[in-house]
């Protein structure tokens, strides 16, 4: 399966984004779990969200509990990251994935299918 990631762009400290991921070809089957991944320059690939494509089980990284939400938007067949409260530490390259992972992995490498990544910037 090829992902799409979509929403990024440039915020002030504080607001809010909606990213979107979508299976741009193949099919994620519905025991899958589709997560969130995020890069900043320098750094390694750490995980963010993720959600089990077929229902509201979801988990967070301590940086994102209460500020982001995971969710499946039925009617788009997405998956969507809702990034409120917005910091300057979320600056990077947001990247969906998908993949056989059991749920609760947080390891890239857990993940199989990766989608092209979409860029947040953070200004304060």
């Known amino acids: 399966v090829q992902l799409q990631a979509s929403g990024g762009g440039l915020v002030q400290a504080g607001g809010s984004l909606r990213l979107s991921c979508a299976a741009a070809?193949?099919?994620?089957?519905?025991?899958?779990?589709v997560g969130w991944f995020r890069q900043a320059p320098g750094k390694e690939r750490e995980f963010v969200a993720a959600?089990?494509?077929?229902?509201?089980?979801?988990y967070y990284s301590d940086s994102a509990k209460g500020r982001f939400t995971i969710s499946r938007d039925n009617a788009e067949n997405t998956v969507v990251l809702q990034m409120n409260s917005l910091k300057p530490e979320d600056t990077a390259v947001y990247f969906c994935?998908?993949?056989?992972?059991?749920?609760?992995?947080?390891?890239?490498?857990?993940?199989?299918?990766w989608g092209q990544g979409t860029l947040v910037t953070v200004s304060s």
């Open positions: 959600t089990r494509w077929s229902r509201d089980s979801t």
């Open positions: 994935a998908t993949g056989t992972a059991d749920f609760g992995a947080r390891r890239a490498a857990d993940f199989r299918s």
């Open positions: 070809s193949g099919r994620i089957f519905s025991s899958w779990i």
